[in-house]
């Protein structure tokens, strides 16, 4: 199935505001954070009960590491694959399709009685569920146009963390049942994913590539329709602004603490897996804030700071980060909830990326090179990053200690990604306006 542009059904008015509000964006954006929460969860209640898995199957925290970069590994080349099924039977069937193995392999997890079914439930899993990262922001970006893409990212990501933050510790209390309490957790999961894809089919409608561009909205939009070829798809490592932004995400230190957070809590810090996991509330409080109120700071900066404010936004972000890891994790406090404000912190400093990282990308990238634009940044650049990180630190976490690896690479990866982001100050002003100029140059 092709999906057609939105804004060829009016082409009386080329670039009139009027056509950039595209039809049923805001039920969308609802339909697609359940979506979304299901890949978030995916990870992060898979980490926040693997302290009872490990007590389960006999397992450690090599074998997190492992877990995590396999599911990671595997889902890396699945993100570009997803995006291309999209393209022959739609991005509504896909996420429906997602949904649903993700739930089948969730379920095999359960009832995993060994460390190579799970490793490999866990994995298939992933690579189910990823697909779902470049087809929703895609979406969101060709729903809503450059000035409301950063409001409209923080919502989304900000409602995503919402419910994160409630389903992540309510799974994780399954963990204080019995020695099986994880499987019942796991099952949960995947029946939270079939719901996710059945609200998709009754209330998902696909707004078309580049609906939301003024630039192509009411012309002829041909150049939106046609599928990307693999030169052009190659092409994308030719922007400079783009090639920042994937080099980035190898630098994504902050990666690790949703991977081995609850896990230095329980072995270095003393608490159990159940108290230990209540710190995902607050994180998710923290991202929530962060989400809604970065997207209102994104769409000010724009406003009265154009191009720079993006930059100089996302570089905080990186340093903010930096700084509630270093105190969150440096040091021994009495009870679970001083690390809960850390966490916090944490939480509120990642939530302030998706609302500027994300309309970055999208315009230094041509509209229907969006979908595999974000699927090589989000699925393969950042997989490759978590598969790196889990597998090493996992390694030096059982040869140093948690608390070691969280200083040298979540605390010093984090400041140097904020001097390699200042780059974007000479190339991304020069990207957006390339991009607007072949825009305009195919609508004339």
Same mark, same amino acid.
């Given at each position: 199935?092709?999906?057609?542009?939105?804004?060829?059904?009016?082409?009386?008015?080329?670039?009139?505001?009027?056509?950039?509000?595209?039809?049923?964006?805001?039920?969308?954006?609802?339909?697609?954070?359940?979506? /979304?929460?299901?890949?978030?969860?995916?990870?992060?209640?898979?980490?926040?009960?693997?302290?009872?898995?490990? $007590?389960?199957?006999?397992?450690?925290?090599?074998?997190?590491?492992?877990?995590?970069?396999?599911?990671?590994?595997?889902?890396?080349?699945?993100?570009?694959?997803?995006?291309?099924?999209?393209?022959?039977?739609?991005?509504?069937?896909?996420?429906?399709?997602?949904?649903?193995? &993700?739930?089948?392999?969730?379920? /095999?997890?359960?009832?995993?009685?060994?460390?190579?079914?799970?490793?490999?439930?866990?994995?298939?899993?992933?690579?189910?569920?990823?697909?779902?990262?470049?087809?929703?922001?895609?979406?969101?970006?060709?729903?809503?146009?450059?000035?409301?893409? &950063?409001?409209? $990212?923080?919502?989304?990501?900000?409602?995503?963390?919402? #419910?994160? @933050?409630?389903?992540?510790?309510?799974? @994780?209390?399954?963990?204080?049942?019995?020695?099986?309490?994880?499987?019942?957790?796991?099952?949960?999961?995947?029946?939270?994913?079939?719901?996710?894809?059945?609200? %998709?089919?009754?209330?998902?409608?696909?707004?078309?590539?580049?609906?939301?561009?003024?630039?192509? $909205?009411?012309?002829?939009?041909?150049?939106?329709?046609?599928?990307?070829?693999?030169?052009?798809?190659?092409?994308?490592?030719?922007?400079?602004?783009?090639?920042?932004?994937?080099? $980035?995400?190898?630098?994504? &230190?902050?990666?690790?603490?949703?991977?081995?957070?609850?896990?230095?809590?329980?072995?270095?810090?003393?608490?159990?897996?159940?108290?230990?996991?209540?710190? #995902?509330?607050?994180?998710?409080?923290?991202?929530?804030?962060?989400?809604?109120?970065?997207?209102?700071?994104?769409?000010?900066?724009?406003?009265?700071?154009?191009?720079?404010?993006?930059?100089?936004?996302?570089?905080?972000?990186?340093?903010?980060? @930096?700084?509630?890891?270093?105190?969150?994790?440096?040091?021994?406090?009495? &009870?679970?909830?001083?690390?809960?404000?850390?966490?916090?912190? /944490?939480?509120?400093?990642?939530?302030?990326?998706?609302?500027?990282?994300?309309?970055?990308?999208?315009?230094?990238?041509?509209?229907?090179?969006?979908?595999?634009?974000?699927?090589?940044?989000?699925?393969?650049?950042?997989?490759?990053?978590?598969?790196?990180?889990?597998?090493?630190?996992?390694?030096?976490?059982?040869?140093?200690?948690?608390?070691?690896?969280?200083?040298?690479?979540?605390?010093?990866?984090?400041?140097?990604?904020?001097?390699?982001?200042?780059?974007?100050?000479?190339?991304?002003?020069?990207? %957006?306006?390339?991009?607007?100029?072949?825009?305009?140059?195919?609508?004339?």
């Amino acid at each position: 199935m092709t999906t057609k542009t939105q804004g060829n059904t009016n082409p009386s008015t080329p670039g009139t505001a009027a056509e950039a509000k595209v039809p049923h964006r805001w039920r969308n954006l609802a339909t697609l954070t359940g979506v /979304m929460v299901v890949d978030n969860t995916e990870a992060s209640a898979t980490n926040s009960i693997f302290p009872a898995i490990a $007590s389960s199957l006999h397992l450690d925290s090599g074998h997190l590491g492992i877990m995590t970069a396999a599911g990671k590994v595997l889902s890396a080349p699945f993100g570009p694959i997803w995006v291309k099924i999209s393209d022959k039977i739609g991005r509504k069937a896909t996420l429906v399709l997602t949904g649903l193995f &993700g739930a089948l392999f969730g379920a /095999m997890a359960g009832f995993a009685n060994g460390w190579t079914m799970l490793l490999i439930s866990v994995a298939l899993m992933s690579a189910s569920v990823i697909g779902a990262q470049p087809i929703v922001n895609a979406v969101i970006a060709d729903s809503f146009d450059d000035k409301e893409r &950063g409001k409209a $990212s923080g919502i989304l990501y900000g409602s995503i963390n919402g #419910l994160a @933050a409630l389903v992540g510790p309510a799974l @994780a209390q399954f963990t204080g049942i019995d020695s099986n309490g994880w499987r019942y957790a796991m099952w949960t999961l995947s029946g939270i994913m079939v719901v996710a894809s059945i609200i %998709v089919i009754f209330a998902f409608k696909d707004p078309g590539v580049g609906a939301s561009d003024i630039q192509v $909205s009411g012309a002829n939009a041909k150049s939106v329709d046609e599928k990307p070829t693999m030169k052009e798809i190659l092409g994308l490592f030719k922007i400079p602004s783009y090639t920042i932004m994937m080099i $980035s995400r190898f630098l994504s &230190g902050h990666l690790l603490i949703p991977i081995f957070g609850i896990q230095f809590l329980v072995l270095e810090r003393g608490f159990t897996n159940a108290t230990a996991s209540m710190v #995902l509330l607050p994180f998710g409080i923290g991202a929530i804030v962060g989400n809604l109120g970065g997207g209102w700071i994104v769409k000010w900066l724009d406003v009265h700071v154009k191009h720079y404010g993006r930059i100089g936004f996302i570089q905080f972000a990186q340093l903010f980060f @930096a700084l509630g890891a270093f105190l969150g994790t440096q040091f021994m406090y009495d &009870g679970i909830t001083v690390y809960g404000v850390f966490w916090f912190i /944490m939480g509120l400093s990642q939530g302030l990326n998706p609302p500027v990282n994300r309309p970055i990308v999208a315009s230094v990238v041509h509209p229907r090179l969006r979908g595999q634009a974000y699927a090589i940044w989000l699925t393969i650049f950042e997989t490759i990053a978590w598969a790196i990180f889990s597998v090493a630190c996992g390694q030096l976490a059982d040869f140093w200690s948690i608390q070691t690896v969280f200083l040298y690479i979540t605390v010093g990866l984090l400041v140097l990604n904020a001097i390699l982001l200042a780059g974007l100050y000479k190339t991304y002003p020069k990207d %957006v306006r390339r991009v607007e100029m072949q825009l305009e140059a195919e609508r004339a």
